[in-house]
């Protein structure tokens, strides 16, 4: 069983930076897809992006697209998320998640084992 350890979020001004981590650990990690995933009051999980366990293939939300970047070092064990071109409606906690089967998925009921979250505000 892994587990996963968010860092990184913050205050940052629209148009800011930030790149989100996530430390894995008491797994495989290069075995897993990996997903970044937010969630505000009173709504869902929404997707972010997903990547393959070697990092091949990802995947983004379409309002992220062009402004993120999921990759991931497995040698480290830590998956990454940069974060351009922020908006106050990026504002959310993000957390990361593991899938045991391999496979990438936009869908969080997929993934099977999840962080506690790193909060991300955009505001000036």
């Known amino acids: 069983q892994v587990q996963l350890v968010e860092s990184g979020g913050g205050l940052v001004q629209p148009g800011g930076s930030l790149r989100l981590s996530c430390a894995a650990s008491?797994?495989?990690?290069?075995?897993?897809?990996m997903g970044w995933f937010r969630r505000t009051p009173g709504y869902d999980h929404e997707f972010v992006a997903s990547i393959s366990p070697v990092g091949v293939n990802t995947d983004y939300g379409e309002a992220m697209k062009g402004r993120f970047s999921i990759y991931r070092i497995n040698a480290n064990n830590t998956l990454y998320l940069q974060m351009n071109s922020l908006k106050p409606e990026d504002t959310a906690v993000y957390y990361c998640?593991?899938?045991?089967?391999?496979?990438?998925?936009?869908?969080?009921?997929?993934?099977?084992?999840w962080g506690l979250g790193t909060q991300v505000t955009i505001s000036s």
């Open positions: 008491g797994g495989t990690f290069r075995r897993y897809a």
């Open positions: 998640a593991a899938r045991n089967t391999g496979v990438p998925s936009s869908d969080a009921t997929q993934y099977d084992y």
